[in-house]
């Protein structure tokens, strides 16, 4: 399995929000964006998606182009995308959740949703409980759980961390690193969150107005201060980057 990614150009409006981005994941990897809010990184995860109405470039999965299909049909090619609101459904069931992102019969359906409740212990003790009765982390993971209950090859996962407490980002942390291990998936993560992104991921894509301005492994951009200071602001045990004032992508996006 690979999947790429090339010369993605988006548009909100009139605005151009990329020029021309491109990277790849191979099978079982998971790769980060990294960049300053409004750098690019959640529009070019929304371009793979299919979920912008204004984008260019080539979207290949599996040696399939995708770029032109509808968002549906990319997934059902196995690209599954987890938005950074997570757009749980508040009066429908955790286990309901769930089975939303299921294709196939019903035996298909109850099947995928306990692979999802064993891989995530958590969850099977809230089956029953409504989703506007979850804590933020309690909707990631229903949120990554619906991602992953189609049996995607690629999953992409915009800002995972937003607005969780320290203790619970440990938590989702080892979750998500063991995904290529237990699903057989890749991962496409779009982070804020300099210190998450490069502790389970392999590579570090960095995003700046737009453009891909650096590609390292996460090791190496870890020892490369003159980086993380000229493209994120900040250091590698620093949580954020800081949001250039009044740049932010149209829907909250980054």
């Not at 090619?77 to 955790?94: A, C, K, M, Q, Y």
Request: some cysteine.
């Amino acid at each position: 399995m690979r999947f790429e990614a090339r010369d993605l150009r988006a548009w909100y409006g009139t605005a151009q929000a990329l020029f021309g981005v491109g990277f790849d994941v191979d099978e079982h990897e998971i790769i980060a964006l990294l960049g300053r809010n409004g750098a690019g990184k959640t529009t070019a995860l929304r371009s793979c998606a299919g979920v912008i109405c204004r984008a260019r470039g080539s979207v290949v999965l599996d040696a399939q182009e995708l770029s032109g299909q509808a968002a549906y049909r990319r997934f059902r090619r196995g690209l599954s995308w987890v938005p950074d609101d997570r757009r749980i459904f508040g009066n429908l069931s955790v286990e309901e959740n769930i089975r939303l992102g299921v294709r196939g019969s019903r035996a298909d359906v109850a099947a995928r949703a306990e692979e999802i409740f064993e891989a995530f212990p958590m969850l099977a003790g809230l089956r029953r409980r409504y989703g506007k009765e979850l804590s933020g982390g309690q909707q990631q993971v229903v949120a990554i759980g619906r991602g992953l209950a189609s049996r995607p090859k690629v999953l992409l996962l915009d800002e995972p961390t937003e607005g969780l407490a320290p203790v619970i980002m440990d938590s989702l942390s080892e979750q998500i690193s063991l995904l290529p291990k237990i699903f057989g998936v890749s991962v496409v993560m779009a982070e804020s969150n300099l210190a998450f992104a490069l502790d389970i991921s392999s590579r570090a894509i960095v995003f700046e107005n737009g453009r891909v301005v650096a590609q390292e492994s996460a090791s190496a951009l870890r020892n490369a201060p003159e980086t993380l200071r000229r493209f994120l602001g900040l250091g590698v045990n620093d949580e954020r980057p800081a949001a250039p004032a009044g740049h932010d992508e149209q829907g909250g996006g980054t």
